[in-house]
C-alpha cells in the first residue's frame, strides 16, 4: 500500500489532500513537522510526503519553500485542497473569547475573529488544536480546524465557513524520491540565486519570454546566509526533459550563482 507522511494531527488538511491526490487507498503518516514528513520519505519511511506550499489567501508557506532548498527529494505533483473552516469547541459563539488554531488558519479566518473580538493563540496545526481544546474542556476557548477533524475528536462545530472568503485553496506538493515522465500538462520548479548585481533577474526571466515558456509563479525567499540575498522559486509550464526546456534551463544556469530543478509534474487544475 502506497504510504505518505503529512504534518499534523488526523483529520489535518493534508491528510484529506493526500486522499483527494492519489484517490486510492493509502496509508497517511502523521508527524509533527514539515521537516520529519521529508526525511522519513528520504529515509524510506514512506513512500511520498505532501507538503504545503501556498493559500490563495494567506499566500505561501515560508517554512515549506526554505525545506525544498535543501531536500533531496523530487517533486512529482500537486493538488489543490479547498479549505472549509469550522469553530470548534464545546461553548457557544457567545462563549467563545479565545481561538486556537495554526497561524495560517487564523489568518484566514480573520475577519470572523476581529467580528467577535476573539484572543488568538497559534497552534502547530489545525487538527491538532481540536485536541487541545479537548483536553482544555473550557467554554470560552475553542479552535479553527475541519470538520473531519472535529468528526476523529467527537467535537461540536460552532459554526461553519468562518474563512474571509469562502474561495480558499492551499496549494499542495508531493515529493518521492524516483521522477516523473513527461505527458501533456506539465510544470516545473527551479530554486535559483543570482549575482547581486543590475539585470542579473532580468537576464534570467528574459529567457522564459524568448524560449515562449510561460512563467505562472516566481516567488523570493531570504537564503538565510547573507542579509539582503534572495533564492527565487520558479514555475513554469513545460516538463525538464522537454528539448526547448533542457536548452533554456542550461541558459539560465550560466547567469545563476546556484541553481536546482525540484521536479516536473502534471499540472493540476483547481476543482
Known amino acids: 500500500m502506497t504510504s505518505v507522511s503529512f504534518q499534523g494531527e488526523r483529520g489535518a488538511y493534508s491528510e484529506a489532500a493526500a486522499k483527494s491526490f492519489f484517490k486510492q487507498n493509502i496509508q497517511t503518516i502523521p508527524f509533527p513537522t514539515f521537516s520529519d514528513i521529508l526525511q522519513n520519505t528520504s529515509d524510506g519511511v514512506s513512500d511520498f510526503s505532501i507538503l504545503p506550499v501556498e493559500n490563495s489567501l494567506e499566500g505561501s508557506v515560508g517554512e515549506s519553500y526554505d525545506l525544498l532548498y535543501s531536500t533531496d527529494l523530487n517533486v512529482v505533483g500537486e493538488t489543490y485542497q479547498r479549505i ?106 527551479i530554486i535559483f540565486s543570482i549575482k547581486h548585481e543590475p539585470g542579473s533577474l532580468y537576464r534570467i526571466i528574459e529567457n522564459f519570454n524568448k524560449n515562449n515558456v510561460n512563467l505562472t509563479k516566481i516567488e523570493s525567499r531570504p537564503t538565510k546566509t547573507n542579509s539582503w540575498e534572495y533564492n527565487f522559486y520558479v514555475d513554469f509550464e513545460g516538463h525538464q526533459k522537454d528539448t526547448k526546456v533542457l536548452e533554456m534551463l ?20 483547481i476543482n
Open 84 to 189: 472549509e473552516h469550522c469553530l470548534i469547541g464545546i461553548g457557544t459563539i457567545e462563549e467563545v473569547d479565545t481561538v486556537y488554531s495554526h497561524p495560517q488558519a487564523l489568518g484566514q479566518c480573520r475577519k470572523f475573529i476581529e467580528k467577535y473580538k476573539m484572543k488568538t493563540i497559534p497552534t502547530y496545526d489545525t487538527a491538532g488544536s481540536v485536541k487541545i481544546i479537548k483536553e482544555l474542556k473550557e467554554k470560552n476557548c475553542a479552535c479553527i480546524a475541519s470538520k473531519e477533524a472535529a468528526e476523529i475528536s467527537n467535537m461540536q462545530i460552532i459554526q461553519e465557513n468562518i474563512a474571509n472568503n469562502l474561495n480558499n485553496y492551499t496549494r499542495f506538493l508531493i515529493l518521492t524520491k524516483s521522477e516523473t515522465q513527461e505527458t501533456e500538462n506539465d510544470k516545473t520548479s
Open 250 to 269: 542550461d541558459e539560465i544556469r550560466k547567469e545563476t550563482l546556484f541553481m536546482k530543478i525540484l521536479g516536473s509534474y502534471p499540472s493540476a487544475k
